[in-house]
């Protein structure tokens, strides 16, 4: 009687287990189709990938990552878009134009700092505190990082 229960038991997880991974199969093949379309279809220029699955990965793991981007630059110009695994990326290479999206919060191209890729500094912290890197760019942000610049000037980091 046991017995038998416990085989219902597996089947049931081994049913479960086995929808949620044809679940996130189906997603996943939805992005990579999504993110082929718009690599296809998008009007920015870029090298081909040299796996469709993998896409430029290879190329970045590699020792002449710096060369091959800067060829890439070169070859389609300072804006160009790669594919990194399924995620299509798009590559800034004019320090100018990087400059008026990263740098000045009153520019109407500034872009704002990512909080989702700090999210996990916050961890070491109880109750969980933005810190300087997390923080979105605010008057706390700009006051905290006006406090702490002078720190780490050349005159003081030789001492």
């Known amino acids: ?46 090298p081909p990938p040299s796996n469709k699955l993998t896409g430029h990965i290879s190329v970045l793991l590699s020792n002449q990552c710096h060369l091959h981007l800067a060829r890439w630059a070169n070859t389609y110009g300072p804006l160009y878009k790669i594919q990194i695994l399924n995620a299509p990326c798009v590559v800034l290479s004019d320090p100018a134009a990087a400059s008026s999206l990263i740098r000045f919060s009153s520019s109407p ?23 300087m890197l997390s923080s ?16 780490f000037s050349i005159s003081n980091l030789k001492q």
């Open 136 to 151: 979105p760019d605010n008057a706390y942000w700009k006051a905290v990082r006006q406090a702490t610049a002078p720190c």
């Open 1 to 46: 009687m046991v017995y038998v229960d416990v085989i219902v038991v597996v089947r049931v997880l081994l049913a479960a287990a086995t929808a949620w991974l044809c679940k996130h199969v189906l997603v996943w093949l939805y992005k990579f189709y999504a993110t082929q379309r718009w690599l296809t279809q998008t009007h920015i220029p870029g």
């Open 109 to 131: 191209d500034y872009l704002g700092k990512a909080t989702e890729l700090y999210k996990a500094l916050e961890i070491g912290t109880q109750p969980r505190m933005p810190n």
